[in-house]
């Protein structure tokens, strides 16, 4: 017997699909069901590792927790990673096959439409349930020809589809009766359906919007689901969270984030905002790196030459260089690492236009680009803490020098990956994902920190926020409506 399957598509980007998927798939494992998460097509630059090796969207690797299950490349087998404005790295069951620009996807649409819908087979045949993302919103209808990510999926599977609209947004009602105007017949007999998302307040002063859309579409309403705090403790997929990220001043530890123009893997972060003694701080374009800060943490980068030279345009290596005058402490991750470093060396193109440039000079360290990519879920040894950090490796470039040789940040099976200078004050290395484990972040913030500090269990906190979403499904969504709703 085949999996039952339902897809979740937005009005818009940003609506909530990942978390609402996420909140699904816990809903439906502790009901008893084996649950798997499918995302044709996504954009993201914030990856995880699946045990094999391969790359996919952090949304499809949240949906997973909240299944109880590991990664698989086929969760999500086509992920695209912006590189520049008009490219992106392709990459198709978690291997990297190049970089195209928006022509790429019309011309092998089928090709790779071919590919997720063998990806989704082989889900469907490991699961009870499978539950789908689209990708920001069917009424893109400029983008219909070249889609696998949402109707051009759907029709192809002939999967239902779930509609989910952001009323935290403004114009809901619009934005969902405006979809049912601008699909295609075939397409809108697809939609079994509605759901509101994010509702602060009485849920009541909406009935009538509800049925404003019921009467204007005839889709049925799977219910509002209210503003569920929880969700704030889940990793964001996309940068574009960080555009309306507020910061809670916390006092304490305060972390310096430069919000880079390719920034990736930015939710290495959230564990050590979830620490109640520490605010991270997301410096955008145009403002100086704050003088307060103990330690500025330079992220993970899809490009680091394109970076580099961003990073300078902003005038934040003149605030750096100030930052480690008075003291302060700085941390590269992955790309962020490679830019401490003096030189970074890109001969045949790998990261972008053919250059050799200076790095930051804060270690003596330096960068070659080369095609390989290495990906892989890492087990490494941290001596200058002297202690452990599961975490996992996504990048390109061999880094050398002295700091790497005589003072490795991270060891993994006989391989220096991280450099740190010799006073202690600046660190890298190529471990994301590594502030998820409890002991490392404490060894890290220690030094920060005078006193006694309460133990935070970060993974315990992304599972109670998942059953705390998950219970609030149960009690303001229609869930058997829309385990009625699946295909079977």
Not at 72 to 92: E, R
Not at 260 to 268: E, K, Q, T, W
Not at 335 to 344: A, T
Request: proline share 5%; with cysteine; aromatic share 6%.
């Amino acid at each position: 017997m085949t999996a039952r399957t339902l897809m979740f598509q937005g009005t818009g980007s940003d609506v909530g699909k990942s978390v609402i998927v996420a909140g699904l798939c816990r809903v439906f494992t502790r009901r008893g069901h084996r649950v798997l998460p499918f995302k044709p097509q996504n954009m993201s630059n914030n990856a995880a590792v699946t045990p094999d090796g391969g790359e996919i969207g952090r949304a499809q690797a949240l949906q997973a927790i909240a299944c109880g299950v590991d990664l698989s490349v086929h969760m999500n087998p086509v992920l695209l990673k912006p590189q520049s404005d008009v490219g992106a790295q392709v990459v198709v069951r978690g291997k990297a096959t190049g970089t195209a620009g928006a022509s790429y996807y019309r011309e092998h649409r089928q090709t790779l439409l071919n590919t997720v819908i063998e990806s989704f087979e082989i889900l469907k045949a490991q699961a009870d349930i499978v539950l789908v993302e689209g990708a920001g919103s069917p009424a893109e209808i400029n983008l219909r020809a070249g889609d696998i990510a949402n109707m051009g999926f759907a029709t192809a599977t002939q999967t239902p589809v779930v509609l989910i609209g952001d009323i935290d947004r403004g114009g809901v009602i619009a934005s969902i009766v405006g979809t049912h105007g601008l699909l295609q017949d075939n397409e809108r007999d697809l939609i079994c359906g509605f759901l509101i998302n994010k509702f602060r307040g009485d849920l009541s002063l909406f009935d009538d919007g509800v049925k404003a859309i019921v009467d204007r579409t005839s889709w049925k309403s799977f219910g509002v689901l209210p503003h569920v705090p929880a969700v704030r403790s889940l990793p964001a997929e996309d940068a574009v969270a960080l555009d309306h990220a507020q910061d809670t001043a916390k006092g304490g530890i305060l972390i310096a984030v430069p919000m880079l123009s390719r920034i990736a893997n930015f939710d290495d972060v959230d564990p050590l905002q979830a620490e109640a003694d520490v605010t991270v701080q997301f410096i955008p374009p145009g403002q100086p790196l704050p003088g307060d800060a103990q330690l500025v943490l330079i992220p993970g980068t899809k490009s680091t030459t394109a970076d580099m030279a961003f990073f300078r345009a902003q005038g934040w290596d003149i605030d750096l260089a100030a930052h480690h005058r008075r003291g302060g402490r700085i941390l590269g991750i992955c790309g962020g690492y490679q830019m401490l470093g003096s030189k970074i060396d890109d001969p045949d193109g790998v990261d972008g236009p053919a250059q050799c440039m200076d790095g930051l000079g804060m270690l003596n360290i330096a960068t070659l680009m080369t095609p390989d990519k290495t990906v892989r879920r890492t087990q490494a040894q941290c001596p200058t803490l002297g202690c452990s950090a599961t975490g996992y490796e996504i990048h390109v470039g061999d880094t050398t020098g002295v700091d790497v040789e005589e003072r490795p940040f991270f060891q993994v099976d006989g391989r220096n990956i991280g450099a740190t200078s010799p006073d202690g004050s600046v660190m890298g290395g190529y471990v994301h994902g590594m502030f998820e484990d409890d002991t490392f972040r404490a060894s890290f913030l220690a030094p920060f920190r005078s006193g006694e500090h309460r133990e935070m269990h970060y993974g315990n906190r992304v599972t109670e926020a998942l059953d705390d979403l998950a219970e609030a499904m149960e009690q303001h969504l229609d869930v058997e409506a829309l385990w009625e709703s699946m295909s079977n």
